[in-house]
Each structure stands twice: as C-alpha cells, then as structure tokens.
Nanobody, 129 residues
Framework: QVQLVESGGGSVEAGGSLRLSCAASGVTFSTAGVYCMGWFRQTPGKWREGVAI???????RHADSVQGRFKISLDNAKNIMYLQMNSLKPDDTAMYYC????????????????????WGQGTQVTVSS
C-alpha cells in the first residue's frame, strides 16, 4: 500500500525558510512503478495548484510563482522527496501536499493538480508578514 507522509511545515516570518519532506513507502521508483512526484498546495476557497514536480531521473519543473525561491529534490535511495523553500512570502501560506504518480509525462502533472494517483495528508505552511 502506497503511503506518503509529509513533514516540515510550520509558521515563519516573511523572508524565512522551511524544508518540507515527503517520505514514501510501499512504492517502487521505476518506469513500472512511481515515476513522478510533486508538491502541490491549496488554501481554503482556492483551487489546488502545482508547486514543483520531479521525476525519478531528476528532471524538474517549478511553478513560475516559486521559481528561484523553492527547490524540489528526490533522494531515490531513501524514498524521500524534499521541497526547500526560501524567501517565503505570505502568499505561500497554504496546506502543502505531496503526490506521486506512475505517469512519465511528469512535467504535465504540474498543470493537473488533482490528477496524481497518490496523495499525502498535507502539512501546513504559514508565512506571516
């Protein structure tokens, strides 16, 4: 059974940093298993949006809103995905979700924020001004 568990959320002031982690279990990172992982976020009353995605060979894509501030990475050996978030802004306040999917069309998953097969429970990030 696939399980994704996020951690690392919290409250910070604008300009601060956080690192989110997503521990994946019950998955195989391969072309026959999970190929793509990503971070998505959602605030009450708004659509879920893609933040960043990465595939198992390290190709990445970040949303324009976080480009240059956030960085996604994947430790295949440990089955952990990270999101380093720097220069945080109040607009980054949201529930952040980890997702995984077998699709090899990984870049497109960023634009389809509800399409992933597997989801974590989310971790809250709050940025104060």
């Amino acid at each position: 059974q696939v399980q994704l568990v996020e951690s690392g959320g919290g409250s910070v002031e604008a300009g601060g940093s956080l690192r989110l982690s997503c521990a994946a279990s019950g998955v195989t990172f391969s072309t026959a298993g999970v190929y793509c992982m990503g971070w998505f976020r959602q605030t009450p009353g708004k659509w879920r949006e893609g933040v960043a995605i990465i595939d198992i060979i390290g190709r990445k894509r970040h949303a324009d809103s976080v480009q240059g501030r956030f960085k996604i990475s994947l430790d295949n050996a440990k089955n952990i995905m990270y999101l380093q978030m720097n220069s945080l802004k109040p607009d980054d306040t949201a529930m952040y979700y980890c997702a995984a999917d077998p699709t090899q069309l990984c870049p497109q998953l960023l634009d389809r924020p509800t399409a992933a097969n597997y989801w974590g429970q989310g971790t809250q990030v709050t940025v104060s001004s």
